[in-house]
């Protein structure tokens, strides 16, 4: 009876173990999609972790759990990076900028993880990981909306059809300038998806519901 809380501890380390050993090796497998791009094998991902391939999937249920494993991680250091925009402080509208530009740089400094994300299914549902971040920060947003930290107060049932069509046209957007950027700077594609999602947001409220920049 007595070695029941003992056993149960060396079960709860070797878990914790395992967990931070996969995560390491989740780490280098996004360090190994930046420098190879989205093509990238799994000989490679377990080259850059430096395991085996066998070793690489001793802890991952084959390729899905591993890919699924990358999304959820990028999924993460996305949110991690906007989080800042999550605490509203100053006007509504250079909050919008300082979101959209937080976004942009992440997309710049990790465009092959992005473009690996766009073939990854996430999860068990089959829908892409990227889906799943414009879900996860599409929320985020409508709950800005509704609590009126982007100037007004909205109702649910407009903030989030509003919010879910701004982050799929700033995610469709984005997407096109980091592949064909046209010319344009990271600083001008702020500046006009900053004044798109306001006239958005405007014309859906009524201008005089929510003040100009």
């Known amino acids: 009876m007595s070695e029941t809380p003992t056993t149960d501890g060396r079960a709860r380390r070797w878990a914790g173990h395992?967990?931070?050993?996969r995560l390491e090796l989740v780490d280098a497998a996004c360090s190994a999609i930046a420098e190879h791009g989205p093509e990238v094998t799994t000989e490679q991902?377990?080259?850059r972790a430096g395991v085996s391939r066998p070793g690489l999937y001793r802890h991952f249920d084959g390729r899905d759990d591993l890919q699924s494993a990358?999304?959820?991680r990028s999924v993460?250091?996305?949110?991690a990076e906007l989080e800042p925009?999550?605490?509203p402080s100053g006007r509504p509208f250079d909050m919008l900028a300082k979101a959209l530009r937080a976004h942009l740089r992440w997309l710049g400094a990790n465009g092959n993880v992005y473009r690996y994300l766009k073939r990854t299914s996430f999860g068990t549902g089959g829908e892409?990981?990227?889906t799943n971040v414009r879900?996860?920060?599409a929320s985020h947003v409508a709950g800005m909306l509704v609590d009126g930290s982007l100037g007004a107060e909205i109702e649910p049932a407009v903030a989030h059809p509003l919010a879910f069509g701004l982050v799929g046209m700033v995610d469709s957007a984005s997407a096109h300038w980091l592949d064909e950027p046209h010319g344009a700077s990271l600083d001008q594609l702020v500046s006009q998806l900053t004044?798109?999602?306001w006239a958005v947001i405007r014309a859906s409220l009524g201008t005089d519901a929510v003040a100009g920049p």
């Open 18 to 21: 395992r967990e931070a050993r």
């Open 45 to 47: 991902i377990a080259a």
């Open 70 to 72: 990358i999304a959820a």
């Open 76 to 79: 993460e250091r996305l949110v």
């Open 85 to 87: 925009v999550w605490r």
């Open 128 to 130: 892409s990981a990227t």
């Open 135 to 137: 879900a996860t920060v």
């Open 195 to 197: 004044e798109s999602c």
